[in-house]
């Protein structure tokens, strides 16, 4: 049998409030307790420019979120979009456990936890007719991603409980040369042809010389028409937005 995960929390040296939760040593998340809107990791900020550009600014939204960790985004959401209802998922009770303990969220922030495994929560979600704004898949076992992750299935399934308008956002975590990254937006691709893709990352990810996170974003539609310029604008710098063309050249060559 496997010994169980270590998780901790880490003090940040960057804020009185700052935290680092560990797993097995392997920082997972960053939450400041005292300033929720401060996103720490360049992955989220970009997920949080997402979520900024959804509809109208500071509006509330609904929002599921596969995968919890300490809470950022659903954090985030709260302090920037107050009255919003959100679904956080997470498989690992004793996770869910320390951080209530080590840094609980606010009991009227319009935060649900479900310890629940995400193929179950999406396929119970549907079956209640539960609708979301943004789905966010955020979905890792220390530096891995479950398989059904890049599954067309699951990742349909995730599109079909969107509202009109909705996107679905997944954070990639890649090693150099983009495999994970093709083989997810070909999932997406499939699961809904004609939809809206697009990516977002650091130039060195998304050229494939370095490895490290990129955020895709898909629509079952036409995506926002001003979304890739915010993410472009938005930084973290140096960044890059690929769709379109663009993201066909990076994902599959020349053709």
Do not use: K
Request: net charge negative.
């Amino acid at each position: 049998m496997e010994p169980a995960p270590r998780i901790e929390f880490e003090s940040d040296v960057f804020s009185p409030r700052g935290l680092t939760l560990l797993v097995d040593g392997s920082a997972q998340s960053h939450v400041d307790l005292a300033d929720p809107t401060r996103l720490f990791f360049e992955y989220v900020r970009r997920v949080g420019h997402v979520i900024d550009h959804h509809g109208e600014r500071g509006a509330p939204i609904d929002v599921l979120h596969l995968g919890g960790g300490a809470l950022t985004l659903p954090r985030y959401v709260a302090a920037t979009r107050p009255r919003s209802r959100q679904v956080v998922v997470d498989f690992d009770a004793e996770l869910v456990a320390v951080v209530r303990a080590r840094a609980p969220w606010p009991a009227a922030s319009g935060i649900e936890v479900r310890v629940a495994d995400a193929q179950d929560a999406v396929r119970e979600a549907a079956a209640r007719r539960e609708r979301f704004d943004l789905v966010i898949v955020d979905l890792y076992t220390h530096l891995d991603a479950p398989a059904f992750v890049d599954d067309p299935a699951f990742l349909g399934a995730c599109l079909a409980l969107l509202r009109p308008g909705g996107l679905v956002v997944v954070n990639i975590a890649d090693a150099a040369g983009l495999a994970r990254l093709r083989t997810a937006a070909r999932a997406l691709a499939r699961a809904a042809p004609g939809g809206g893709l697009l990516a977002a990352g650091d130039t060195a990810v998304l050229d494939g010389s370095e490895e490290g996170n990129a955020v895709l974003v898909a629509a079952p539609g036409s995506m926002p028409v001003d979304l890739a310029g915010a993410l472009a604008a938005g930084g973290p710098f140096p960044a890059t937005v690929l769709e379109g063309d663009r993201l066909d050249f990076v994902l599959w060559g020349a053709c």
